[in-house]
Nanobody, 119 residues
Framework: QVQLVESGGGLVQPGGSLRLSCTTSGLPFSAYIMSWYRQAPGKEREYVASIWPSGGTTQYADSVKGRSTISRDNPENTVYLQMDSLKPEDTAVYYC????????????WGQGTQVTVSS
């Protein structure tokens, strides 16, 4: 059974930092594109970042570029999102997604982890 479990969310002050983790099981992690999305209350789910299987290619939404770093540890089946200089508008539930690059219909989602940026 495929499982993606996010962790690392919580309450942080504006300007602070947070590192989110997504640990996977039940899939060949190193073969999948990994992405982060977020969804704030009353808003549509928003793309954040992606990292290709080897880790050599990354992509970021303009809203987080320069403040965030996506990385992966293939032996540990884990993808990370390091977020710095956090703003209140970063408040959202953050979701991890795995996409099989040879069939983009194959997608798996985690349950999400809450990030709240507030003083």
């Amino acid at each position: 059974q495929v499982q993606l479990v996010e962790s690392g969310g919580g309450l942080v002050q504006p300007g602070g930092s947070l590192r989110l983790s997504c640990t996977t099981s039940g899939l060949p992690f190193s073969a999948y594109i990994m992405s982060w999305y977020r969804q704030a209350p009353g808003k549509e789910r928003e793309y954040v970042a992606s990292i290709w299987p080897s880790g050599g290619t990354t992509q970021y939404a303009d809203s987080v570029k320069g403040r965030s770093t996506i990385s992966r540890d293939n032996p540990e089946n884990t993808v990370y999102l390091q977020m710095d200089s956090l703003k209140p508008e970063d408040t959202a539930v953050y979701y991890c997604k795995a996409t099989f690059p040879f069939d983009n219909r194959v997608n798996y989602w985690g349950q999400g982890t809450q990030v709240t940026v507030s003083s």
